[in-house]
Every structure is written in C-alpha cells, then in structure tokens.
C-alpha cells in the first residue's frame, strides 16, 4: 500500500520513453494526463500507484490535425482544445458538443480525450458514444509496437491490456453527415449525465437515412452502440416522434447499470427522449 506522499512522477519525454518506464514498472506504473480521474481514486477506494507517467510533456500526444479525410485527435489533447478545434467541421458537431458541454470548464480546459476513454469503470464518459457514432478508430503503442483498433475493439479490451499500453491518438473518418450528441446531466448524479444519446448520419437526396450510427453512454458500465435501433431507422426519414417510438421498442437490448443517482431503468426510460433530441438536431443542423 502506498500513501500518496509516497507516489512517484515520471514526466515522459517521448512515447517510446513513456512506454519503456510503464512497461518496466509492469502493474506499478500508470500514464497520468490531467489526472482529474486520477486525483479521485481514494473516494472510489482505488489504490495510490508507486509511478505515474505524466504525458503532458509528449509532443506527439498533442494536437487536432485536420485533414480532408479524417481529423486526428492527439491523446493528450484536452477538452476544450478538442471543442475549439472542431468548431466549423458540420460533420463532427455532436463531438464537438460532447467535449464542449461534458464536465465544468475548469475540468474540460485540462481532462484529456485519452483520459476519458483510458478511464476504466467510468460508465459516463461523454466522448465515448459520441467517438462510437463517429466510427472512430483509436492508436495505441505498446511495447511490441502501434496498432489501430477499433474505439469499440479499445473499450471491450483496455481493462486487460498489458502494462505500457498507451493511447497515442483518435483518428475520426470525414463525410458528407452530421452529428447531435444529447445527454441528461442531474444535479443529484453530480451533474455527471445518467444517460447519452450520440448520433452521425448520411442523409439520402430524399430526405431517408442512408447511414447511421447511435452511440449510448453511461447507460451499461461501457459505451456501445445500439445497432437494433440503427437497423429499425435504416431508410427511414429523420422523424422525431417515430425514432423515439422506435427507441422504446428497442430498448430491451439494454443491460443497464444501477447507481446510486440512477436505476438502470430509469436509465433505459429516458433514452427515447434523448432520441427524439438527438434527431431534431439533426434534421435542423441538415
Ligand atoms: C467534477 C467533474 C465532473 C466531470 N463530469 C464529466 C462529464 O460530464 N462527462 C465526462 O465525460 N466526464 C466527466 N468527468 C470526468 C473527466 O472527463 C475525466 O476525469 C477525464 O476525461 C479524464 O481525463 P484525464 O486527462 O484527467 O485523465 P487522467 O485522470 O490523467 O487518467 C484517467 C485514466 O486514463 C489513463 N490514461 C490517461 N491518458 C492515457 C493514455 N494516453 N493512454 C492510456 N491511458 C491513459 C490513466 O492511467 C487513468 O487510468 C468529470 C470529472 C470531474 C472531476
């Protein structure tokens, strides 16, 4: 047992250095970005760690590169970096406002997008669903090399990968679609949201859905999407009233988490309506 006193910092230079320490230290070591999950570990009775590696030093972490394409999103990169660099992108609204309306400001100007998908057993990550529904893929560098999996493939494995893991960037796919991201804050969950609803859809020259992906956060203990609800809207026109009669149909999929601000049927019961905001934004911002 380690008192926080007793913690070490490493401050990487590189990823290959980040990665070389935390592979050393095995299970002893962790990155540490803006640590605002990190600096709550004792309140969720998780222990202090002997080594953190902070990335915030690392070049190569940092950033939002824009090309025609895709946009890449440096791990490092924090909230409110990833809210200004996506501003004017029509396409990556709903993750523009997933990172721009998640948390407090004094949070969001340094939480970091690795941070929030790294951040194991936090069910109410906002960037989650809304890098779900925008089919991202995400780099990871390790000690025997990069690889570029999946988000859904990172979130299904990162509890077991091996020690040095780390997440170098996002990578998001451009596209002639547009995004919403809706979530329900309550005060009483301490403003986190109890449920998140991230859309991103190509819209046919009739008005019917071509492509859609629905992100779904903080609803199971991992964001995923709801692949029953985007089959039952597939050549549908964007109707608000339809898709949330939809929802309650397809709402059974759900393995909802209980907490203490929220049953997981209360969780389930709100989805429709998180729907039906999600594609009148939609079809207003078409
Ligand atoms: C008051 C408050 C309100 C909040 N409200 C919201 C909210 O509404 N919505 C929301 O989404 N979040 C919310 N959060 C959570 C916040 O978004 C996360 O704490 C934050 O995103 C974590 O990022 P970080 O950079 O601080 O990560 P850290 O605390 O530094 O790290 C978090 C975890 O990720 C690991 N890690 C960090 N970077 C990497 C990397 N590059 N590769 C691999 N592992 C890595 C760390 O080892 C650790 O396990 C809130 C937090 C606070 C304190």
Redesign the pocket.
């Known amino acids: 047992m380690v008192a926080a006193h007793e913690a070490r910092l490493h401050v990487a230079t590189s990823v290959d250095d980040a990665v070389a320490v935390l592979t050393e230290a095995g299970g002893d070591a ?11 570990a004792e309140l969720r009775d998780e222990p202090i760690r002997p080594l ?1 590696v902070a ?1 915030g030093r690392i070049e190569a ?1 940092k950033g939002v590169e824009i090309a025609a394409d895709a946009v890449s999103i440096g ?2 990169v ?2 409110a970096e990833l809210a200004g660099g996506l501003a004017g992108l029509p396409e990556m609204r709903g993750l523009a406002q ?1 990172a721009g ?4 400001p004094a ?2 100007a ?11 057993g ?1 069910a ?5 669903p809304a890098l779900l529904a925008a089919d991202a893929e995400v780099e ?1 560098a390790g000690s025997n090399g990069t690889e570029r999996l999946p988000l859904a493939g990172y979130l299904a494995t ?1 509890d077991q ?1 091996a020690a040095g ?4 960037r996002v990578i998001v796919p451009r596209g002639d679609c547009v995004s919403a991201h809706t ?1 329900l ?1 309550l005060r009483v969950a ?4 109890v449920a998140i609803v991230s859309m991103n859809v190509a819209v046919s020259p009739d008005g019917t859905i071509a492509d859609l992906r629905i992100g779904v ?1 903080s609803v199971e203990p991992v964001a995923a999407r709801w692949t029953a609800l985007e089959e039952a809207l597939a050549s549908q026109p964007l109707d608000p009233e339809a898709a949330a009669t939809a929802a309650r149909e397809h709402a059974g999929v759900f393995a909802p988490r209980d907490g203490v601000e929220a049953s997981g049927a209360y969780r389930v019961r709100v989805l429709p309506a998180l729907v039906r905001r999600a594609i009148e934004a939609l079809a207003a911002s078409r």
């Open positions: 962790v990155p540490m970005a803006g640590a605002t999950w990190l600096m709550r953190y990335l972490l791990a490092c924090t909230h997933a309306h998640a948390a407090t949070v969001r340094v939480a970091t997008v690795g941070g929030n998908l790294a951040a194991s936090f109410a990550a906002d960037l989650a990871v990162r990968a893991s780390l997440i170098v979530r804050p301490g403003d986190y949201p956060g």
